[in-house]
């Protein structure tokens, strides 16, 4: 089983900054995809940004620019850097990555548990 730990989220003034960090652990025998999600209070969950086992990124136009996705896949962690926050960007972010626990397994999508983000204005 392969379990996501999420960490990073806090309080932060618009315009600062935070860090994401997600980290796969449990038995993995490969990770492909990795990305983060965000749900906003009487939102839908969306798509933030996602990045491949070689290093493709794709990002929602909100936060181009200001945000910056990457990976150690060494570590099987990902990073989301959020640069300029602003008020909207207030949600619980989610990380998510598509993954083999066994070389016999196909892949199946995880989930973390979610890290709040808050930016006050």
């Known amino acids: 089983q392969v379990q996501l730990v999420e960490s990073g989220g806090g309080l932060v003034q618009a315009g600062g900054s935070l860090r994401l960090s997600c980290a796969a652990a449990?038995?993995?025998?490969?990770?492909?995809?990795m990305g983060w999600y965000r749900q906003a209070p009487g939102k839908q969950r969306e798509f933030v940004a996602d990045?491949?086992?070689?290093?493709?990124?794709n990002y929602a136009d909100s936060v181009k620019g200001r945000f910056t996705i990457s990976r150690d896949n060494a570590k099987n962690t990902v990073y989301l850097q959020m640069n300029s926050l602003k008020p909207e960007d207030t949600a619980v972010y989610y990380c998510?990555?598509?993954?083999?626990?066994?070389?016999?397994?196909?892949?199946?999508?995880?989930w973390g548990q979610g890290t709040q983000v808050t930016v006050s204005s």
């Open positions: 998510n990555a598509e993954a083999r626990a066994r070389y016999y397994s196909g892949n199946n999508l995880y």
């Open positions: 449990g038995r993995i025998f490969s990770v492909n995809d």
């Open positions: 990045i491949s086992s070689a290093g493709r990124t």
